[in-house]
């Protein structure tokens, strides 16, 4: 059964759904990291996550509504979720939580470069 109310293509349909993977992946981040404590509990990265989680539920959203410019937000969220991915990597060498998210930034970074032309 199709649950899509609209019609969309498939790679918008991909790239909304790499946001919204991004933006579970950062926000369930955030608890990891403050348990870690340290550098990884720092103000600059958790403001990081969170920024970078905002910025692909907009970007997700923008796409969903057929905003025009929604290249504009993919744009922006290609950029954050780059910053993100390599933060964490950098971060999480040892911690495979940390680097999955990495990954998950990284995919969401490709998909919205290509959405943003």
């Known amino acids: 059964m199709d649950t899509h ?10 790239c909304i759904a790499q946001c919204t993977a991004c933006h579970q992946a950062c926000t369930e981040l955030v608890s990891h990291c403050l348990d870690r404590g340290g550098e990884h509990a720092a103000r600059a990265h958790i403001n990081l996550l969170l920024a970078c989680a905002d910025i692909c539920r907009t970007s997700a959203d923008t796409m969903l509504r057929q905003v025009p410019q929604h290249a504009a937000t993919c744009r922006a969220c ?3 979720c780059t910053a993100c991915a390599d933060e964490c990597a950098r971060m999480g060498s040892d911690d495979p939580v940390m680097q999955r998210c990495a990954e998950i930034c990284r995919a969401c970074a490709e998909s919205c470069e290509e959405m943003a032309g």
């Not at 109310?5 to 918008?12: E, H, P, V």
């Open 78 to 80: 290609a950029e954050l």
């Open 5 to 14: 109310l609209i019609d969309l293509d498939a790679d918008l349909r991909d």
